[in-house]
């Protein structure tokens, strides 16, 4: 949204957003009954988290909640409802959604708010290829309920009702960056070198996880979903956030991204139920955030526990502003939003 533009909820501002406006609401009730007709339950999860999630380069916004005598605790508006949803899966919840307000600081642009709406949602006992179907099927309810064939964005177009494309990080690179990347899944200096080859330079410093970041993005990202959607699944184990290691080969992990228009709308998870695991790639996160953040964000020992009870499960969180405005052919993610922030112009 340009500075200069009139606020949102100008009449004029207002009225060419209204149109968008409707469409999100006829998205959600589409997905809302969808999810019902599987035999999902809706949850309400809390906002008010102890820990906001465990990833580096996530940020998450800080408040305090004090007593009565003035005692202070430090409390984060969750990056998402993972933590909160899967203790719900200890608890003994079997099918859940949860259209969930989020927070997430350092995250600007046409594609990014500071408060958004995730749609997350699990299915115990059940494979990834299940929520990857999910997936499929909420981008083609989404464009029904616009009164739409494809999703569109940036003069891009995506047919949702196509088969979609099945795509390995391995095949990816090599496609889309011309870089072997299974030799070089623990080799930084060797990927980094890659990386160079294809046009593509990084700090000198940068780990190997930076390396992969930039050719993902600049490379790959943008020539993902275009047409027809495209799963991006089988992620090297080092980005394998909160899933589980592939069990034929632990190199990678059970992990996908969902790709419309060369945008991300959804990343899934056969989840991980080590607690062991959990806790050590969490300490290593947060290590890394305070070596380039200067910051860590304490571990929720309630949430370790609930993965160590919590069944076999798979999971996935969408950006439903993300694809309300694929659907709706918005310009921008403000366009979707009922009441944005509107930060542009003030100091």
């Known amino acids: 949204m340009s500075p200069d533009a009139p606020a949102w909820w100008s009449p004029e501002a207002h009225a060419r957003r209204r149109g968008f406006l409707a469409v999100r609401g006829a998205i959600k009730a589409s997905m809302r009954d969808w999810f019902g007709s599987e035999g999902f ?118 047919d949702p009702f196509a088969p979609p494309e099945y795509l390995t990080l391995v095949e990816a690179f090599e496609r889309y960056a011309g870089i072997e990347l299974e030799p070089l899944l623990t080799d930084a200096a060797g990927l980094a070198a890659a990386a160079r080859r294809a046009g593509i330079e990084t700090p000198r410093d940068a780990s190997w996880t930076d390396v992969f970041s930039a050719i993902l993005v600049t490379l790959i990202e943008p020539k993902l979903g275009q047409g027809r959607l495209t799963f991006l699944h089988r992620y090297p184990v080092s980005e394998a956030a909160l ?25 899934g998870y056969r989840e991980l139920t080590d607690p062991v695991l ?61 009441t944005p922030l509107g930060l542009e112009g003030r100091p």
């Open 41 to 158: 339950t809706e949850t309400e999860c809390g906002q008010l988290q102890y820990s906001p999630g465990n990833e580096a380069h996530l940020h998450a916004f800080e408040t305090f909640f004090v007593t009565e005598n003035g005692r202070r605790t430090p409390l984060y508006l969750h990056t998402s409802p993972e933590f909160a949803m899967k203790k719900l899966l200890a608890a003994g919840e079997t099918r859940i959604f949860d259209f969930a307000r989020a927070f997430r600081n350092r995250e600007t642009g046409v594609r990014h708010a500071p408060e958004f709406t995730m749609l997350e949602w699990y299915r115990a006992g059940e494979s990834i290829e299940a929520v990857m179907a999910d997936a499929a099927q909420l981008a083609r309810l989404a464009a029904k309920a616009a009164g739409t064939t494809l999703l569109n964005w940036k003069g891009a177009s995506c």
């Open 243 to 267: 899933s589980r290691p592939a069990p034929d080969d632990p190199r990678f992990a059970e992990r996908f991204e969902l790709y419309a228009c060369g945008a991300e709308l959804a990343n």
């Open 278 to 338: 959990l806790r050590a790639r969490q300490m290593q996160e947060m290590g890394l955030k305070q070596q380039v953040y200067g910051e860590r964000y304490p571990l929720d020992e309630d949430f370790i526990a609930a993965v160590g009870a919590m069944p076999e499960a798979s999971g996935v969180a969408l950006g439903f502003d993300r694809l309300v405005m694929l659907a709706s052919g918005a310009r921008e993610i403000s366009d979707v939003l009922w």
